[in-house]
């Protein structure tokens, strides 16, 4: 299965994410992650979409299309992909949905989390994420120590979890990717709303109901 997600930041896609992937052993390809690890490590990808990363802003649709290609034809993606964060403007649903036909795939489900936006800013303000495997935590704080993804990571809080960025991302949101679920409706997407509002488990439920997969 291919399964979109979409949301604004601080919807809980990625916690969610790694939650269904886990279910359906696929992987999560989250460009966020990507982008965040190539910034890290000092690439060429990471020097290229820091600033823009930093102030909140989206990177170029064609830098993300390059990540999001490479991602579908790696093996580990032959049954399947949860791919977070990965369209956020109609090129890149377009681009999606050309790349997975030329494999002869395609979208199967948009799951759209929906959330006030005094939750997400509630969620993004707590948040420390870890610098290894990228998981978020809420509750915890910077410095503290993660080892969930198999090696010792580093709590850090994101630069753009800083209340200018968070403010610049939920307009990005609007401006940008909100097209992007009108866009899917006028393809006849199998689009799938869910409350993200409640706990990760009551969440999760919903996510699992509306996929009909429990
Ligand atoms: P990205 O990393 O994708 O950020 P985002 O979309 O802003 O999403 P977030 O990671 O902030 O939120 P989330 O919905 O995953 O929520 P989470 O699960 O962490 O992208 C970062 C940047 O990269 C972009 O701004 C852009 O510059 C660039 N980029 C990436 N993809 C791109 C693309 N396709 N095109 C162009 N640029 C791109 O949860 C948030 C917090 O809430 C956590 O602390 C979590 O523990 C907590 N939480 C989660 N669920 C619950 C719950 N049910 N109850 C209470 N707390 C909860
Ligand atoms: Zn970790």
């Not at 399964?3 to 809980?12: E, K, N, R």
């Not at 170029?60 to 579908?72: F, H, N, S």
């Amino acid at each position: 299965m291919i399964i979109v997600l979409l949301g604004p930041p601080g919807a809980g896609k990625g916690t969610q994410g790694e939650r269904l992937a886990a279910r359906l052993d696929v992987p999560k390809v989250a460009t966020g992650d990507v982008l965040r690890a190539a910034v890290r490590d000092g690439t060429p990808l990471g020097l290229e979409a820091k600033a823009a990363m930093d102030r909140g802003d989206l990177v170029p649709d064609a830098v993300i299309m390059g990540i999001m290609r490479e991602a579908l034809a790696s093996p580990t993606a032959a049954n399947g992909a949860i791919l977070d964060g990965v369209v956020r403007t109609t090129p890149q649903a377009q681009g999606l949905t050309d790349a997975l036909a030329a494999l002869g795939r395609k979208v199967d489900a948009v799951l759209l989390f929906e959330i006030d936006e005094d939750e997400l800013v509630r969620r993004l303000s707590g948040r420390t994420t870890c610098d290894v495997c990228q998981r978020p935590f809420f509750g915890r704080e910077p410095g503290e120590t993660c080892s969930e993804g198999g090696q010792t990571g580093t709590l850090v809080r994101r630069k753009d979890d800083e209340p200018d960025a968070i403010r610049k991302r939920m307009q990005v949101y609007r401006d940008q990717t909100a097209p992007v679920i009108d866009w899917y409706a006028s393809h006849g997407a199998n689009m799938v709303r869910v409350d993200a509002l409640g706990s990760l488990e009551d969440v999760e439920q919903r996510v699992l109901t509306a996929l009909g997969i429990a």
